[in-house]
């Protein structure tokens, strides 16, 4: 049996998506055969989707980036020092190697640093509105505490939607299925938008988000996938994309934009959106 330091970093690593297929089979092996090691992973995975949902990453102060550039650069004069020292002396391939490959391997990691490290002022990984709608589903199991409001219709949903809030959308009538709740919730770091929660005949929670484009075009990073901008022209285009096993499935009515998610194939949802 695996310990639990072990056990712990292949959960982690499992949550990060760094393991191998052969990884992977054997922590789900373990999983099923244990039911704590699959509430660990759930647990883990839902920690790591509400850090990424909450807490935008921030770059470290520039004088740490210096920092790390000045030892690497210091490391990387002490490898070139001892081969110059050595190069006469030594001249076996087995005794200058070691050497050459640690100056590679420091000259790479320095270009990196410089690149791609967080350190830098590079700017931070975008969301969409598609990737912002899966985070909210899975980080609350489909459920919220208590609705806004309680409509009795789409039509009074939309009522309240516009009277209260401002907001001018067109609440879809969802075949099969019964609107429940009305939110104005914060989809990301304080902007607010609907969101539309209904319930199948089996009792299934249904998610729609819904937004008006030129208020997405004021909060960088909440924009629609482009790919799924790019393939919807027409009122009863939809485009499905896949996160993680969910299906979200977004369509656009004159300009505002939903993006749609429950726990069945996201084909199913688009069926049951009026046509």
Not at 28 to 42: G, M, N, Q, V, Y
Not at 131 to 139: A, G, I, K, V
Not at 166 to 185: D, Q, R, S
Not at 225 to 243: P, R, S, T, Y
Request: aromatic share 12%.
């Amino acid at each position: 049996m695996m310990d639990k330091k072990n056990l712990s970093e292949l959960i982690t690593a499992f949550a990060d998506g760094e393991l191998t297929a052969d990884e992977k089979k054997k922590l789900k092996d373990l999983a099923e055969r244990d039911p704590a090691i699959e509430k660990a992973i759930t647990i883990e995975k839902r920690t790591k989707q509400t850090v990424q949902l909450h807490y935008k990453k921030e770059p470290a102060p520039q004088h740490l980036h210096q920092i790390i550039r000045e030892k690497l650069q210091a490391e990387q004069a002490e490898v070139e020092a001892y081969l110059r020292e050595n190069s006469q002396a030594e001249t076996k391939p087995n005794k200058y190697w070691m050497p050459l490959a640690a100056i590679l391997i420091l000259s790479a990691f320095l270009f990196l640093v410089q690149q791609y490290s967080p350190f830098g002022t590079s700017s931070e990984a975008a969301h969409s509105f598609e990737e912002l709608t899966y985070l909210h589903f899975t980080n609350h199991a489909g459920a919220f505490v208590q609705p806004e409001g309680r409509p009795n219709s789409v039509s009074e949903a939309q009522t309240y939607l516009r009277d209260a809030y401002g907001c001018n959308i067109t609440v879809p009538e969802i075949f099969a299925a019964e609107l429940v709740g009305v939110f104005y919730t914060d989809f990301f770091e304080g902007f607010h938008t609907p969101l539309l929660k209904y319930h199948t005949v089996e009792g299934d929670p249904i998610f729609i988000f819904a937004s008006e484009l030129h208020n997405l075009d004021t909060h960088p990073g909440l924009n629609p996938l482009d790919e799924a901008f790019g393939n919807i022209h027409a009122h009863n285009d939809v485009f499905i994309k896949k996160f993680n096993g969910h299906d979200v499935v977004s369509w656009k009515w004159d300009d505002v934009w939903y993006a749609g998610i429950f726990e069945h194939d996201g084909r199913i949802l688009a069926a049951m959106l009026p046509h």
